[in-house]
Every structure is written in C-alpha cells, then in structure tokens.
C-alpha cells in the first residue's frame, strides 16, 4: 500500500498562525508539525519510500526540509509540486499516475496534510485493502456533534466492510446538522484508499479530460486543467463508492474552534498560557508575551510578531472572510510572517521603514543563496553566528563572528554556509525599494533562475 499526502491548501481560517509562504500543515507547535506526524502516519503504513507527496511548487522545499527532520529523505520523483492549485481531484491523479508507472496493481491512501488523527485508524485502512480493489473507498468520521463545518456522508447498502455510499451532502446548517447526527449520517474526513485499476476505470468514465491528461505517457499542462475536487469530480457520480466508518480520533484542525477542541484545557475550560480572571472557555495563542484575560468568556485570541486576531469562539470559520478582505488590498499579512522560510533556511524581519529594513538571516549548514545583485538596494552583513563565506563581484572570502562586508547596489553577491552549524547574519538594506522583487537571479541550486 502505498501513501499520497495533499499537502497544497493554505489553512486561511487559521490565520494570522498559517500564510499563504508558511501555513498551517507546516508550523510546529509542539515540536512536530501537522504535516509531520502525517508521514509519521503514512510510513506506518507504506514506509517513507512508499510515500508521494504533493503540493505546490512554493512549499516544495518545505517538504523537503520537514522530511529531512524525521531523519529521511524523499525520492525526486514522489514530490509532485503543482505550478498551479488545482484542488485535489487533479493532485490525487498525478500522484496516481506516478504510482501506477511504479506499480500498475497499487492501491494508496490519501491523507490530507493538515489533520489529527488516532493511530487506531491505520488497522482500519488496512483491512479496507480489498474493498478498494472494486470501490472508491472514502472514511467517514463517526460525528461527535452536529457539526456545520464539514460535509456528510449518508451510508447506504452494508458491504463486507463498510457500506456502498447512498449520498453527499454538503456542510449543513445546524438544524439540518441535528438530523445527519440522529439519521446516522457520517462526517466526510477527505481520507481515501484507491486502487490505480478502480480509480483510472472510474476517472476515463466521469471526468475523461483528466483521465486524458494523466495517461502513464503524458506530462500534463497543470495550468490547462480544470480545479475541482474529488468530490465533485467523481465519488458524487460515480457507483462504485464505499464508505468505511473511522472508529478513531479526527479533526480536521481547520479552525481555531477545533484546535480548541483537542487541546488541554483548565478547570475554567481555557485553552493557552495566560493569566485568567473570571475567565471561561477562552483560547490563547501569544508566544513570548504576557497575556490577561479578565471577566471574558468564549473568545479567539491570537498574537504574533506582526498581527492580531481576536474573535468569538462561536465565529471562528469567518477567519477566512477576514483574509479574503485582506487579500483584497493586496496586503502581504495573509502570505508572510515576519519569519520568512526559504530553500536555504529563513530570514526575520526586525525592523522596517520606507528606506530601510533590518533583518536576521539563518543559513542551514552547507546551503547557499543564489547567486543575484539588487538594482535599488545595497546591504551591510555582520555575521553574528557561524562562518560566512561570501561572494562579491566574483570573489570570495571567509567572515567570522563580528565581521562585516558591505554588498553595492548592482553587485553580484552570493552568500554561504560551509560550516557545520547554522550561519547568522544581520543584515541592514538601504534603498528606495526594499521589496524581495528587486532581486535579478544568476545561479541557483533551487531552480529559481528564470
């Protein structure tokens, strides 16, 4: 068996924790991240070799470096990284596709990348195993309220395992929720087992362009396809869909309400570090600061280094309408946090104004930046940690700790890593325009040069 793992959403509803350049499948709050403890999951069952991952060509290196953290390492060809978002119906196709030139007879399971879920559910895959050979089989979560925020799934004829699938139903409102709940409807996890013959036989059936575009020979144009999902573009059609009930731990952490859910909460039902004060049912998230609470109950609230969100408990699914506001003025706050990741390591953005930007850059051991110049910048590096090798107009040299140089406005430079620790710099940029597009790319081990 093997693993896919949809890692490509952005986790809007969990904003100002999750960006667009680092969301929520990627932070680790508790020294794992979501995606993580996914392919801890995942090998379980299909080993890391047997696990495919795809997501979009912006966190590709994300992946990697989150892999490499659990002390493994990701074959080339089972990182799919989309040129453009298509929703999964497409991702689950690619990285079928993939499987199948690998392994014609193969059956995987999708986990998407960004869930809670209890290691009970692994047994349950596996003896779902044979059903995929003539189903499409989906997981259905067995519900423990009547929630609003997730699609049903109604169960229909009882099979060996499971049941044929009688219906879809989309989120509900609370009434509606109520009579999912007593009808025995099940949640929809977005968890699935497929076999390449069921899936590809059913794809050519309802969705013949995508079955066209993913044929074992083809390399598809990604930007061409049509974005749909799964869902819609094939288990609500076709007739050969099973559901199998998950009799384990889930929650789709989508939401600050469902974080709330599963974390540790005190006698007064408050969730965070935080002084409280006649303070019930609250959730807190602010690292690094103090925070108080008095007299409040029910509340979101949020701190980071450049954002604040406070919200009702009760409202926390309009997060994403609030980033979609955001997004709407073109601000950067719902794609960056003052922590930016790259291929190399991150950089932080300490202090800014319209003519200056200070910021601490972190280089991994043995990894460089690109070779590049700045046409309206120049940039002061003071190396603070590690050793810095450095590339100036085709030069090169060695700083250490307390050293500096300074890079000109049209100056080729090129900053690394040979150490065996992380590299420290403080770097201070002075120009009329300060912003990440101004940089002209020569050599990179990225693959960023265009």
């Not at 929630?147 to 139903?169: C, M, N």
């Not at 601490?360 to 043995?366: A, E, I, N």
Request: proline share 5%; with cysteine.
């Amino acid at each position: 068996m093997k693993s896919i793992i949809l890692a490509g959403g952005v986790g809007t509803r969990l904003w100002p924790l999750s960006r667009e350049y680092y969301p929520k499948q990627f932070i680790q709050l508790d020294g794992r991240s979501l995606f993580q403890r996914t392919c801890e999951r995942a090998a379980k069952l299909s080993g890391y070799d047997g696990i495919y991952v795809v997501t979009n060509e912006i966190h590709h290196y994300l992946v990697r470096n989150q892999i490499e953290e659990l002390g493994y390492s990701l074959p080339d060809d089972h990182l799919l990284a989309e040129p453009a978002g298509k929703n999964t119906l497409p991702a689950i196709a690619w990285a079928m596709q993939r499987i199948r030139a690998d392994d014609p007879s193969a059956s995987a399971v999708i986990f998407p990348s960004d869930h809670q879920l209890g290691d009970a559910a692994l047994d349950q895959i596996r003896t779902a195993a044979p059903l995929a050979l003539q189903y499409l089989v989906t997981f259905g979560v067995r519900p423990t309220s009547p929630h609003t925020g997730y699609g049903y799934i109604k169960p229909g004829k009882p099979l060996s395992v499971g049941s044929v699938v009688e219906a879809f139903k989309e989120k509900p409102d609370e009434k509606t929720a109520e009579e999912y709940v007593r009808s025995g409807y099940l949640w929809n996890s977005g968890i699935f087992l497929l076999s390449t013959d069921c899936f590809f036989g059913e794809l050519k059936i309802y969705s013949p362009a995508l079955f066209t575009a993913f044929s074992i020979d083809n390399t598809p144009d990604y930007k061409s396809l049509k974005s749909i999902s799964i869902d819609y573009g094939l288990l609500e059609h076709s007739q050969r869909v099973a559901v199998v009930p998950l009799d384990a731990p889930w929650s789709d952490l989508g939401t600050f309400k469902a974080l709330y859910d599963v974390e540790h909460h005190d006698a007064q039902g408050n969730v965070g570090k935080a002084e409280y004060l006649s303070a019930k049912n609250n959730y807190v998230y602010a690292s690094g600061k103090h925070v108080g609470l008095i007299g409040v109950r029910d509340l979101v609230v949020v701190d980071t280094t450049d954002a604040l969100l406070i919200c009702d408990n009760k409202h926390t699914e309009q997060v994403k309408k609030l980033v979609n506001i955001y997004n709407k003025a073109k601000d950067p706050i719902t794609r960056f946090h003052r922590q930016v990741h790259r291929p190399w390591g991150s950089y932080t953005v300490l202090e800014e104004s319209a003519v200056y930007k200070i910021k601490r850059v972190t280089v991994r051991p043995d990894q460089k930046l690109s070779l590049q110049l700045h046409h309206h910048r120049s940039e002061h590096w003071v190396v603070v940690s590690g050793t810095a090798e450095v590339e100036l107009d085709g030069e090169t040299r060695l700083l250490r700790k307390g050293e500096s140089t300074f890079v000109r406005s049209g100056m080729k430079h090129r900053l690394r890593n040979p150490g065996v620790i992380p590299l420290e710099v403080i770097e201070v940029q002075l120009g009329e325009y300060l912003e990440e597009d101004d940089i002209v790319r020569f050599e990179d081990d990225y693959g960023r040069v265009e």
